[in-house]
């Protein structure tokens, strides 16, 4: 099969291009790198021009923030362009968003009809916030998501300034349109699963693909290492504030068993060799299941705070604490937990060793690809 993957946020489209590659399968991925965190693809549509120059950069910010026309969008666009003419003939194209290709809605449009024109089978991830997770969670049938943080008047809405517009009549008659296009929809974990499972395109869930690391865990020895890291855009969202004030806690608690490491807006290749030999993760807290850097950390054998609610564990016939720690939104709750790793030791090496092998047993690459492919085939 040809294969184009549009759009990369986490390293799931890269993980699944590994795979199918490796399956016997042509795979094209294309897309910006998101941001700062630089994600390999093959045609990349990243507004470099625009960004390479202080004069440029300077100016298009201020435009943006007068009149919030965002010129890398138009830049995006014109690279798209170039390349449009060999984004013919796939078998299969899928979208890592709704917004994938990151342009002004109506040329963003236009350019899905393109690609369904002249493709086989069109699919969508869903796999982060976007007009059906934004209009699911706004109806607070979760007992807590990435907008607890706005129903509780934590914060203000600007706080939220890059995900609520996703709810608004504009993008929702956008993504109606651009969803009658596809052949079905597809969720990547439990969060979004919820999302989709009574939608009339819904294909399922297909667990993230994950490529399994060679290292292991590093055991602990004179200090355990706890490893933090933010993205400041996804940061309140997150519930990451619940982190920094556990750990606050346990640096004062425990000041010459623990090694605290706190990272922000760091690429990810940089980001994955930083949290190498930390034997605990703080991921995220307003979740369910597994996001991508969870898994990763999983992998190899890290102590993972994450999302693991009873849907999680249900699904994959789990105990509690079994291959991760539920991160609630309760920093004595978190605290209490890591106090407990730290006191038990032992619990680290378990907890790590039954991680691993339950990325192993549920997300491996290769047995994710094929499950992509039977799914996109049926």
């Known amino acids: 099969m040809r294969i184009l993957l549009v759009g990369e946020f986490s390293r799931l489209h890269n993980s699944l291009k590994k795979a199918l590659q490796e399956l016997g399968h042509e795979v094209v991925l294309i897309g910006d790198g998101d941001s700062f965190k630089n994600y390999p693809v093959d045609t990349s549509l990243a507004a470099n021009f625009l960004n390479r120059y202080f004069l440029l950069r300077k100016f298009k910010n ?163 290492q706890l490893f933090l890291g933010i993205n400041q855009s996804t940061k309140i969202r997150k519930g990451i504030g619940f982190f920094e004030k556990a750990l606050e806690v346990i640096a004062k608690k425990y000041p010459k068993q623990v090694e605290i490491t706190i990272v922000e807006n760091i690429p990810y290749r940089e980001y994955i060799k930083l949290y190498q030999n930390c034997h605990i993760f703080l991921d995220m807290v307003y979740a369910y299941d597994q996001g991508y850097n969870a898994l990763e950390a999983m992998a190899q054998e890290k102590v993972v705070f994450t999302g693991a609610e009873k849907e999680f564990l249900d699904y994959y016939a789990l105990q509690e604490d079994q291959v991760c720690i539920n991160a609630l939104p309760d920093v004595n709750y978190l605290v209490e937990k890591m106090s407990w790793l730290i006191e038990n030791p032992y619990k680290i090496e378990e907890i790590g060793k039954n991680a691993q092998q339950f990325v192993e047993r549920e997300h491996h690459f290769l047995k994710i690809g094929k499950k992509y492919l039977n799914t996109w085939e049926g």
């Open 62 to 224: 201020a435009l943006f923030r007068f009149t919030s026309i965002n010129l890398e969008h138009y830049e995006i666009y014109f690279r798209f362009l170039k390349v449009k003419k060999s984004l013919k003939n796939f078998d299969v194209v899928q979208f890592i968003h709704g917004n994938a290709l990151k342009l002004p809605l109506n040329l963003q449009l236009k350019q899905m009809q393109y690609l369904h024109k002249h493709n086989k089978k069109l699919f969508l991830l869903v796999c982060g916030n976007d007009y059906r997770t934004v209009k699911f969670l706004q109806k607070k049938t979760l007992k807590y998501s990435v907008l607890t943080p706005l129903f509780t008047n934590e914060v203000k809405k600007k706080a939220y300034q890059s995900l609520l517009p996703y709810g608004e009549k504009k993008y929702e008659a956008y993504y109606l349109k651009i969803e009658r296009l596809m052949h079905g929809l597809i969720a990547s974990d439990i969060d979004y699963f919820l999302v989709i499972k009574n939608h009339k395109k819904s294909l399922g869930m297909l667990p993230n693909p994950v490529i399994i690391p060679r290292n292991k865990l590093v055991k602990p020895s004179k200090k355990i």
